[in-house]
């Protein structure tokens, strides 16, 4: 069987297959991890500088030499509220998108899937139970699915049982 080709109705699912299965989804938690920890890095450095920049523009066009020629005062006058809201623009998409903690997540679900993974490869192929093997990749992976979704869609406050009544 090769590598991403589906099974028809009447063909056996077969070691290949689940290790298959294993190595795409491994793959692909270590590219979403990637991703998503270039994202985290670059967010947090823009706002690191941005923060800087905000400070260092608003003190400086405070300064003196800044309020002639008139064009520089109001360079710093624009320059000071446009970076202030590029900062929290990103901000905003910081909270939204949750890269660090999407990365970590990532992380250890790629980990799991290959100690999963070596756990069936180290299993004599006698011993290989496939349906149980497909079950327990597919539930990581709807598990991390689901809270994926939960940390990034559902974050605000759910009222409890005791707020719906009444």
Do not use: C
Not at 84 to 112: K, S, Y
Not at 125 to 150: A, C, G, H, M, Y
């Amino acid at each position: 069987m090769t590598e991403g080709k589906q099974p028809s109705p009447n063909e056996p699912i077969d070691d290949q297959y689940v290790l298959d299965k294993y190595n795409n989804k491994i793959g692909y938690y270590w590219g979403a991890s990637r991703s998503n920890k270039n994202s985290y890095k670059r967010y947090r450095a823009w706002t690191v500088i941005l923060g800087a920049l905000v400070t260092l523009v608003s003190s400086i066009s405070a300064a003196e030499f800044v309020q002639k020629p008139e064009w520089l005062r109001v360079a710093f006058a624009v320059a000071t509220p446009l970076i202030a809201a590029t900062l929290t623009v990103i901000n905003g998409l910081g909270q939204n998108f949750h890269w660090g903690a999407t990365w970590r997540d990532m992380v250890i679900n790629g980990t799991r899937l290959e100690k999963e993974r070596d756990r069936f490869l180290a299993t004599k192929p006698e011993e290989r139970d496939l349906v149980k093997e497909l079950d327990k990749l597919n539930s990581i992976v709807l598990d991390e699915t689901r809270n994926f979704f939960q940390r990034v869609l559902d974050s605000e406050v759910k009222p409890g049982k005791d707020q719906n009544s009444g």
